[in-house]
């Protein structure tokens, strides 16, 4: 797989501001970013490739029907960095894989339709499987998540999971006033700072979940934006995590539980913009 780098990217501001980003090509000095294979051009795939590209991202639709006009279309959409392809062709030119289809369809994907993957990000936006449990609402089916299923089908490449909000938030990140958070969970640090660099580009704010099997944890959070669908409830929620210093400060699970194993090789995602309140200033507990 080809090197990439990245420069730093300002884009949140940027879009939070109603201007656009400048594309990285368009940068001084920027090194071309990560080509991105989005694999299925539905709800979530037609709104992610063309906010990418304008990023700077090469943008690859891979599908079982590239010449569908439909998906020329979306790639015209797109714009110059846009192109199609067949879901195999797609992931072999790609850095970074989007595994924008049905859950019920990945294993085929991953194990049959994508070709090798060794050493390439798949990036997992699926929620869990679930059923209904016995008082009406539902649940997941026990078992591993879909992310650490993709990773034992893929041994050799780098899985993230991200919990990607609604489709319609991605083109306008800002329609709620606040950028939706994005919990992001991998075990390869590179592999989540990629991912949450693209993330903050389109506007959208990251979150590091930790390593791959809190994906179970993100799984289990999204249960809740079923709740006022399945009640009926004429509104329905988006995630936004608060960042609080005071946690931090009086409540010592490090002392209790000890650090994680990571503890000194930590992800580093774009910043927040904000400045973590002073202990002091919390005052008594």
């Given at each position: 797989m080809r090197r990439f780098s990245w420069t730093a990217l300002a884009a949140a501001s940027f879009l939070a501001a109603g201007a656009a980003p400048l594309p990285a090509q368009e940068r001084a000095g920027a090194q071309p970013l990560p080509t991105v294979a989005i694999i299925g051009t539905g709800t979530v795939g037609s709104a992610l490739g063309p906010q990418l590209a304008k990023l700077g991202h090469p943008v690859i639709y891979g599908s079982r029907e590239p010449g569908r006009e439909a998906v020329r279309t979306l790639v015209a959409r797109t714009g110059p960095r846009g192109s199609a392809a067949t879901q195999q062709d797609a992931a072999a030119r790609a850095d970074v894989i989007v595994l924008a289809v049905p859950a019920a369809a990945l294993e085929e994907l991953v194990t049959k339709?994508?070709?090798?993957?060794?050493?390439?990000?798949?990036?997992?936006v699926s929620t869990g499987a679930m059923r209904k449990a016995a008082d009406g609402y539902m649940e997941l089916v026990p078992g591993p998540s879909n992310s650490e299923r993709v990773q034992a089908w893929a041994p050799r490449a780098r899985v993230v999971k991200v919990a990607i909000p609604g489709a319609y938030v991605i083109p306008q990140p800002m329609v709620h006033g606040v950028a939706p958070t994005v919990p992001i969970a991998a075990n390869d640090r590179a592999a989540k700072e990629t991912v949450a660099r693209m993330i903050a580009g389109i506007g959208l704010d990251p979150f590091d979940a930790g390593p791959l099997r809190f994906s179970r944890s993100i799984d289990e959070f999204a249960l809740l934006f079923f709740v006022p669908l399945q009640q009926g409830r004429a509104e329905g929620i988006e995630m936004k995590f608060l960042r609080s210093s005071y946690f931090p400060c009086f409540w010592p699970v490090r002392k209790q539980f000890g650090a994680p194993s990571d503890s000194a090789d930590h992800a580093?995602?774009?910043?927040?913009?904000t400045t973590p309140r002073p202990c002091a200033a919390w005052g008594g507990r």
């Open positions: 339709g994508l070709g090798r993957t060794d050493g390439k990000v798949l990036v997992d580093t995602f774009p910043a927040t913009g």
